[in-house]
Nanobody, 115 residues
Framework: VQLQASGGGLVQAGGSLRLSCAAS????????WGWYRRAPGEQRELVAY???????GYAGSVKGRFTISRDNAENTVYLQMNSLKPEDTAVYYC??????????WGQGTLVTVSS
């Protein structure tokens, strides 16, 4: 299983970025996908998830600003991030959870939001 995250970068506060996570070696449509982040000196936290039925959930700090989506035909999960704030600066990781209970992780992509 490989998860390839991309789309991070440097953006000014108020700007937008879209993260992508391309998956291979996994039955994409059956998995629950999530985006996590780890800010410097902080614990990893769940940002958003989307399950196989398309139901989504968000951390309170990003609700209304971030949108998670999935494209089962392209085996890709996205995180659209709008109205970015400096406190959104972190390494963002995608994850895929399957019915066996195993979770797979991407390599992380750095998002830096300048004030």
């Amino acid at each position: 299983v490989q998860l390839q995250a991309s789309g991070g970068g440097l953006v000014q506060a108020g700007g937008s970025l879209r993260l992508s996570c391309a998956a291979s070696g996994i039955i994409f449509r059956d998995a629950t996908w999530g985006w996590y982040r780890r800010a410097p000196g902080e614990q990893r936290e769940l940002v958003a998830y989307i399950d196989s039925g398309g139901s989504t959930g968000y951390a309170g700090s990003v609700k209304g600003r971030f949108t998670i989506s999935r494209d089962n035909a392209e085996n890709t999960v996205y995180l659209q991030m709008n109205s970015l704030k400096p406190e959104d600066t972190a390494v963002y990781y995608c994850s895929g959870g399957v019915a066996t209970g195993r979770t797979y992780w991407g390599q992380g992509t750095l998002v830096t939001v300048s004030s």
